[in-house]
């Protein structure tokens, strides 16, 4: 089942790729290998904000991170025209809003990880780091950044 056929089989629609908020590029690519920048997530069509541990839950962080890999594919769809073109995806780094005391990061960013496994396939699993921070721009809950092989 190609790429395409699963996020239809999911209900995705993929969204326009974002654009970088600052001096930056959302994808840069030396050989096969290319690195997103940290995309946010989305609800109603805004950044998602908030803290886990103290306004989100870590349900409500999955959600987010979930929103955060479709955003990057996204993203990936409009660098290479067809997402069936990428070999693996190789890491992810996820930052979360979180308290001092919340500990669920990892948690909270498997809702990326596991969407990206689901459309993917084998090629999908990656390696991962998910670190608690005390802010990020704009006052989103999460913020994910990855990089995948073509």
Known sequence: MSVYEKLKL???????????AASYVMIAQTGSTIFLSGHLPKKDGKVWIGKLGQELTTADGRAAARSVAIELIATLHAHT???NKVKRIVKLTSLVNSTPDFTEQHFVTNGASELLADIFGERGKHARSAFGVAQIPLGACVEIEMIAEV
Do not use: E, K, V, Y
């Open 10 to 20: 999911l209900g995705i629609n993929l969204p326009t790729a974002s654009t970088p």
């Open 81 to 83: 025209g067809d997402l």
